[in-house]
Structure formats: C-alpha cells, structure tokens
C-alpha cells in the first residue's frame, strides 16, 4: 500500500502520521495513546516537563496503549545571562503582572528542566521513540539510545542542519516548513534565514539525505498527506490539527481561538520566549513589538520571565495574553476526536489517490 514506506515500518506503525510533540500540555497521554492506537505515532511534548513528570507520564501512557509511542525533549543551549537585559524585560513585563496579580521571578540559578535528568528517564524507560528539537544530540546519548533499542528523530529547518543530524546517526529527520506552528527548530544560523516553505523544504532535503524524512509544517488532511509523501517525505508530523481534539489537553480558550482563527491570524514572534516561534497574534505580541529582538533575553530565560504570566492568564481566561502556537492550516482545524482526524485524513487520502489516477 502507498502509505507503507521505510519509516512506518521501522517505528512499526501502520499509518504514516506522527502527533507533534507539543510542549506545554496540550499532548496527554490520552492524545498520545489514541493516535498510536489508530496506527500513527503519538508524542509526548516533554520539553518543559520535570523528570518524575515525565516518567508519571509515560507509564501512563504504557496503560493506555501497547503501540509505539515518542517522547520530545529540547536540545539545550548555551545560555548567557545577561542580568541588564532580564531587569529591563522584568520592568517591561510588569504591568501584566499586576494587572494579573501574581509576583515576578527573580533572578535564577536555572532557567529551564536539567536535559540530563530528563534524558535519562527516557532510557530508564525504554521509550520506542525518542525526538529532539533545537539542535544536535550528543553522541553519547544517541549510541545510548541507540543501545536501548530506541528510535531517534531530531529537527531540521535547512537542508544543511539535515546533513548535520544525518552525520550524527539520526534515525530519521523531521522537515519544520516555515508554516509549522510553535517553536522553529533552527540551530545553523538566524532562525529568519530558515523559513523555508514546506513544499520547497522537503524535496531538497529528501534529495540531500540518505534517511527518511518527516514532513511538517501546515499539514492538516489526506491532500497534505499525499502531498508530502508525492514529495519524498516518509511520514507526515502534524500539530496544529491535533491541538483542539477532544483529548487534547490545550486550554479551551485556546482550541477555540484555533478553530475560529483564519491561515491569516499568525505571526512568529520571539516576546514569549526568546526563540523564533508561530502562533496567534494577540494583545500581548502587539504591545511587546517595538520591542528589539537585540533586547530580549535568550531561550529559555525569556520562556522563564514570561511563563507564570501565560500561565495565570489561561487561569483568568486572558487569551490575549497566552502563547497560543498554532501552523498556517488553522481553516482545516476541528474540534472532534483524534480517532476522528485520523480516520477522515486516511479517507481524505484515499480519495485524493482515485481523483488523480482515475482517467477521463
């Protein structure tokens, strides 16, 4: 069958659909578990998890299915801590705090999860599958994995940064079109020099590399299916289309903002967090946009400022301003079952197949 390729066979799925590993809760075990169960492969966003969170999370998920399941973590980077630059961003960002009523973080010995506890409940665990964005996983780690019997897929934005990770033994290479949704996974050079379109991305890095690659970025049905896969891609990686799903665990306000938004509602923005990231444009992007890139602190020191603030705003129902990533396929979102998005892509699939072979 056209949608058996070299990839599904090796993470031993049936259906060439990978869930996006989104960080910051809306991937629950349930979403995970689901599409797995249905063929594709879920994720786990792990990235802002703690490593008992993230192991709580996987036997979860082992309860809920029996299926191949992944894990994604954040490569991290090296980070400088520019005190002037978090004292201004501090005073900058007061006002929302005292409108919301919560206190500011201080200055901090770390800004994000330790990588190496995290990784290392990934191998404790026996994960099937183990992706990573934002750059190049250590050696060590990979014949680590590699050992454990676990799958690796990392993130690429060029062609270059694929010849890179494909240097580095990678299993298989996720190709981020500029349209995907959340954070860009640039790591060789300035993540504005990286917005290359899905459809133009793919079929050079197909051509550049000798391992399969996974289409991502504005993918959202059966044609972005076919599409891909026409182009040489392996597999799909879709998020956006698994964000307002019922077993989704985004904030309501957020799946509704999703569903109503239009392909035109998105912009990247580097105010939230301090990398390169699409989502919804709001009140909180608008009133930080004179702000210079130059004078916002680096992932993840920025992520760190701004995070009890989007957190607080989901409390009080102040969606203008959360972080709401979200692709450029937001017409082709629904809220319904994840089950219910599989099946209608693979249906969607098929009919595009017959529509372009049939003859007359």
């Given amino acids: 069958m056209w949608y058996e390729t070299k990839l599904t066979k090796l993470l031993k799925i049936k259906r060439p659909i990978i869930q996006a590993g989104m960080?910051?809760?809306p991937t629950t075990p349930e979403l995970i578990a689901t599409v797995s169960n249905c063929g594709g492969l879920g994720t786990l966003g792990a990235g802002y998890m703690g490593p008992e969170e993230i192991k709580g999370a996987i036997q979860?998920?082992?309860q809920l299915t029996d299926q191949p399941y992944a894990v994604n973590l954040f490569i991290p980077e090296t980070t400088t801590i520019e005190?002037?630059?978090i004292i201004k961003m501090t005073d900058t960002l007061k006002g929302f705090y005292e409108k919301l009523g919560i206190e500011q973080l201080s200055l901090q010995d770390e800004w994000g999860p330790n990588f190496e506890k995290q990784i290392e409940v990934i191998i404790e665990e026996s994960v099937p599958v183990f992706s990573f964005t934002f750059g190049i996983l250590e050696t060590e780690w990979i014949n680590r994995l590699r050992a454990n019997g676990t799958?690796?897929?990392g993130t690429a934005t060029t062609v270059e940064e694929a010849l890179q990770l494909e240097k580095m033994n990678v299993d298989a290479i996720?190709?981020?079109g500029s349209e995907a949704g959340g954070h860009r996974g640039?790591?060789?050079g300035a993540a504005e020099d990286a917005m290359i379109g899905t459809m133009a991305l793919v079929p050079q890095m197909v051509d550049a590399v000798h391992i399969p690659v996974i289409a991502a970025g504005g993918i959202m049905d059966g044609r972005g299916l076919i599409a891909s896969i026409s182009l040489g891609a392996s597999a799909v990686q879709m998020g956006t289309a698994f964000l307002p799903t019922l077993e989704s665990g985004a904030n309501p306000l957020y799946k509704k903002a999703i569903i109503q938004a239009t392909e035109a509602a998105t912009t990247v923005t580097t105010k939230f967090s301090g990398k390169a990231a699409r989502g919804l444009?709001?009140?909180f992007i608008d009133r930080l946009k004179d702000v210079p890139v130059s004078e916002v602190p680096i992932y993840p020191v920025q992520n760190a400022l701004t995070q009890p603030l989007r957190k607080e705003a989901a409390k009080q129902e102040k969606s203008e301003w959360m972080s709401m990533w979200a692709g450029q396929g937001l017409r082709l979102t629904e809220g319904i079952g994840a089950k219910q998005i599989i099946d209608r892509?693979?249906?969607?699939a098929n009919a595009t197949l017959l529509r372009l072979t049939k003859k007359g």
């Fill in 60 to 62: 979860r998920i082992k």
């Fill in 174 to 176: 996720v190709a981020q």
């Fill in 281 to 283: 444009k709001n009140e």
């Fill in 186 to 188: 640039t790591f060789s």
């Fill in 23 to 25: 960080a910051g809760g």
């Fill in 345 to 348: 892509i693979m249906e969607e």
């Fill in 83 to 85: 005190e002037s630059k």
């Fill in 151 to 153: 799958i690796v897929i």
